[in-house]
């Protein structure tokens, strides 16, 4: 089984590339695939540091490529775009596509306890494996110098892996995160399935929990979120998360847009301020 990244589509765009790549993962079990944008190079020499973003519910590797319009500020900055896939695909376990919000396309960047869902490794994949495959077969990356985004479930992976790994990445910031899992629907159905039935686990990938135990944070936490969004008040509990950096005295900048949704047009919307906010932090 090819665990070496093999190149399945190439677009240019903005002067870099979108490439799609397909591996093997032993990390989850099954074959996965993920996306790169490399900005312009100007030598061969040049590396460039990395930008993961973590998708939300439902999506895969493409979503964001395809709607952000991330690509123009990264080209512009210089920093390379990361985006794997939201859980493994393919292990045809029972139960695994009943619902949206749960199994495949909701792995919730976890590693699950629960014997059913052992494959289920996504914390393991986007920590450990992915940034080992690139540093092993991309030599234009960087992948020393490395921050972390994303939306929704995927804003929910983006701060609690920044906050359990702050030697390894410079930065992070979210859109619409779920940022208090343990105390929303979807995260209690999803750790509870994943995780057993003990609550003190749960907290091991909640930010709001997180956030009085790492708080040794060196860049501002930026996070925005549409006051329109139908899941702001039952789901995503950015307020729970303000409180707690309040309480640990860590910078968060979190801006709530007026009129927006939990869409890709509010994320492309906001998206440019994010990437210079990770830019900055990466260059340093």
């Not at 994943?194 to 929990?209: H, P, Q």
């Not at 501002?220 to 005295?249: M, V």
Request: charged share 20%; net charge negative; aromatic share 14%.
């Amino acid at each position: 089984m090819e665990t070496k990244p093999s190149e399945i589509s190439s677009s240019k765009m903005f002067g870099g590339y979108n490439k799609r790549y397909k591996h093997f993962s032993p990390t989850l079990g099954c074959s996965m695939t993920f996306h790169i944008y490399f900005p312009p190079s100007t030598s061969s020499s040049h590396k460039f540091p990395v930008l993961y973003w973590l998708s939300g519910l439902t999506c895969t590797d493409e979503n964001f490529v395809i709607k952000s319009g991330a690509q123009r500020a990264a080209s512009t900055e210089g920093v390379a775009l990361i985006a794997p896939d939201t859980s493994p695909r393919g292990l045809n376990v029972e139960g695994e596509a009943d619902s949206w919000d749960f199994g495949v396309g909701a792995g919730f960047y976890l590693n699950a306890t629960q014997e059913k869902w052992k494959n289920w490794r996504m914390y393991d994949y986007v920590v450990k494996e992915l940034p080992k495959l690139l540093s092993d077969n991309f030599p234009q990356l960087d992948t020393s110098r490395a921050s972390i985004f994303g939306h929704s479930m995927g804003g929910h992976g983006a701060l609690t892996i920044y906050l359990k790994n702050l030697d390894k990445y410079k930065s992070v910031s979210a859109f619409a995160p779920i940022a208090n899992p343990i105390n929303c629907p979807w995260g209690q159905k999803a750790f509870t399935n994943y995780l057993g039935g003990n609550k003190a686990d749960w907290e091991e990938y909640d930010a709001t929990s997180l956030i009085s135990k790492f708080h040794d944070v060196s860049a501002t936490i930026l996070i925005d979120q549409g006051d329109e969004d139908k899941f702001l008040h039952d789901q995503l509990l950015p307020q729970k998360f303000e409180e707690a950096c309040r309480s640990a005295n860590v910078p968060l900048l979190l801006r709530m847009q007026p009129g927006y949704d939990h869409s890709f047009y509010f994320i492309a919307t906001f998206i440019d301020d994010h990437i210079s906010h990770h830019a900055q932090a990466l260059k340093l």
